[in-house]
């Protein structure tokens, strides 16, 4: 596509409960990332794709967050057992290699309750 | 470890003056990437300009200019001309390989 695609924009959960938030990056881009937003701060790394496999999984804070890239394009951030603090905007971004041109989506706004 | 400081929660500028938003890093690398990325109420993160620790000339991407002071590991950002269309948060952000570490962001508020 065009640009980077996130989907759900927005996302309402109940605590506890599982969540999957995609992003499709741009064609032909082999590197892509994860990162997450809290209120009133800048973006933090969560993980770094090149290809398939997780490159850098260091930012993700903790065993409930997972995330996957089975085919090299799309990729999946999975939360389990969401709690409130998981309540953040998560953005993913993707570039040609893995390198600073970087092209963000327009981010998820999970909100867990 | 690599930090960035953006010490304005908060700007304003008049139409068609123009204003800089600072921001002060920390790193012990030798070689590093200094960005600025704007973020409008839709939430996407652009990119605006990008000043390499190795590059001697200020970067330039057209309204934007990047003040590189690397002595004092400084790399604020100039506006010139503000428009109504560049009130948004801005977030500073550092890097030396893939990862980016970002600042607290700046919210510019361009008054007509």
């Known amino acids: 596509g065009a640009g980077v695609s996130q989907t759900p924009s927005n996302k309402v959960t109940e605590k506890g409960k599982y969540v999957e938030l995609r992003c499709d990056p741009i064609s032909g881009h082999t590197a892509l990332y994860w990162y997450r937003q809290s209120l009133g701060q800048g973006p933090e790394f969560l993980i770094y794709f090149q290809g398939t496999g997780a490159a850098d999984d260091s930012g993700l804070p903790n065993d409930r967050f997972f995330a996957v890239r089975p085919e090299g394009s799309v990729s999946t951030l999975k939360i389990q057992r969401t709690e409130r603090g998981d309540s953040a905007v998560y953005l993913c971004a993707s570039s040609p290699r893995g390198d600073y041109g970087y092209t963000f989506g327009s981010g998820t706004r999970l909100t867990v309750v | 470890a690599q930090k960035i400081t953006q010490t304005q929660p908060g700007m304003f500028v008049q139409e068609k003056e123009a204003v800089t938003l600072d921001c002060t890093y920390d790193t012990s690398d030798q070689s590093y990437g200094l960005f600025w990325y704007k973020q409008p109420s839709s939430g996407e993160m652009i990119f605006l300009i990008y000043?390499?620790?190795?590059?001697?000339q200020n970067a330039t991407e057209g309204r934007y200019s990047l003040n590189f002071q690397k002595a004092r590991k400084s790399a604020n950002l100039v506006i010139s001309a503000s428009q109504l269309g560049d009130s948004a948060m801005y977030f500073c952000a550092i890097g030396s390989s893939y990862k980016l570490i970002f600042g607290s962001g700046t919210r510019l508020l361009v008054r007509p």
């Open positions: 000043q390499g620790s190795y590059d001697e």
